[in-house]
């Protein structure tokens, strides 16, 4: 009896790629009805798209960037010398003023010091007074009466040295603001590289943040922005106060700082807010749809329909906003660009609009 099997094996084979071709390669009917497939002129087949017609509008050239919230003043307190902590005037997140004073450390042996030096002038001030008597009848040299005024100036000198080392066993705040958490007790031992606490100055802030090069000669002092801030719709304002002197080499950035007011307290520094800066405003501005602009090699295109014909443009772009860009040069007024369907046209497909805005 013949083996049969290689036989169906064929034919099963056969009928699966008939089968295949019928489904993902059907034959095209040339009297088909409009579509993609049907050919327009010169043969090529049809593309189905809608359309936008150019047109002019008033534009608000806005600039958007992000930048940070800064203390209009901030120092982290520190003590000038070593010693212990016998007094803390603050209480965290208080209110304080300029010149109040905020902690007070041991200056027993200081004033111990201080009171055995006095007592030391008071002793060689009576000498030189003396010496300065008998030198008009020279009853003492010369030599003695200027020993004796150099060792009372130098007494005073050590006077002096320790009233200063006095001082800075109280620390003060040094402006009006607001202090924020102690990080010290009584009876604590501080050095100079310990932190006591931070004031900040937030009644006013300043707004820092970076523009394009480009725009740099159009940020100048005095300019009025808008930021916004995570979490709240109020719209806020600042004046520009000063700019870097120079453009960062790395970013192409230049550094601007506005100041706002804070007199209401939202504003903490250390914020993310978003910068919006009026430029200018275009009374005739091209706009049109984003997603009807195609990135080229060497900049960008749109698709003008010529007589129902795809005409590949190259433009120049200038502001965009959410959902338009401005064409500022390579398109007129009332031409009608591609928008949707954009990506399968070409330069000379013939278009079939099925809606034009």
Do not use: C, W
Request: net charge neutral; glycine share 8%; hydrophobic share 45%.
């Amino acid at each position: 009896m013949k083996n049969y099997k290689p036989i169906i094996i064929v034919v099963i084979l056969a009928v699966a790629l008939f089968a295949l071709k019928a489904m993902f390669f059907p034959a095209l009917k040339e009297d088909s009805p409009g579509g993609s497939g049907k050919p327009g002129a010169g043969g090529k087949p049809s593309a189905n798209v809608e359309g936008y017609i150019a047109k002019t509008s008033v534009v608000d050239n806005d600039l958007y960037v992000t930048g940070t919230v800064v203390a209009n003043e901030a120092v982290e307190v520190r003590s000038e010398i070593s010693g212990k902590v016998i007094a803390v005037y603050f209480k965290d997140g208080q209110q304080v003023k300029e010149g109040e004073l905020l902690l007070k450390m041991e200056d027993a042996d200081l004033k111990a010091q201080l009171r055995k030096v006095q007592a030391q002038i008071v002793l060689i001030k009576d000498k030189k007074d003396r010496y300065e008597k008998l030198f008009k009848i020279q009853g003492v040299s010369k030599e003695e009466l200027d020993a004796s005024l150099n060792e009372l100036e130098s007494l005073q000198a050590d006077a002096d040295v320790l009233n200063v080392q006095l001082k800075r066993t109280s620390l003060f705040a040094p402006f009006n603001g607001v202090i924020g958490l102690k990080n010290i007790s009584v009876g604590a031992y501080i050095s100079p590289q310990q932190i006591v606490a931070s004031i900040q100055q937030i009644n006013k802030v300043k707004i820092d943040f970076a523009v394009p090069e480009k725009y740099s000669t159009q940020v100048v002092k005095g300019s009025k922005i808008n930021f916004f801030i995570d979490g709240s719709d109020k719209v806020f304002s600042a004046d520009v106060l000063a700019a870097e002197s120079s453009v960062d080499v790395n970013t192409r950035t230049l550094m601007i700082r506005a100041l706002a007011d804070n007199s209401n307290g939202l504003l903490k520094p250390g914020v993310f807010v978003k910068v919006t800066i009026k430029l200018a405003t275009t009374n005739d501005a091209l706009m049109v749809p984003s997603i009807a602009i195609v990135p080229i090699l060497k900049g960008h295109q749109v698709f003008v329909s010529h007589d129902g014909v795809a005409t590949a443009t190259k433009v120049k772009l200038g502001v965009r906003n959410d959902t338009t860009i401005q064409v500022i040069e390579g398109i007129n007024p009332d031409d009608t660009i591609v928008t949707v369907g954009v990506m399968g046209v070409r330069d000379g497909t013939p278009l079939k609009f099925t809606s034009v805005q």
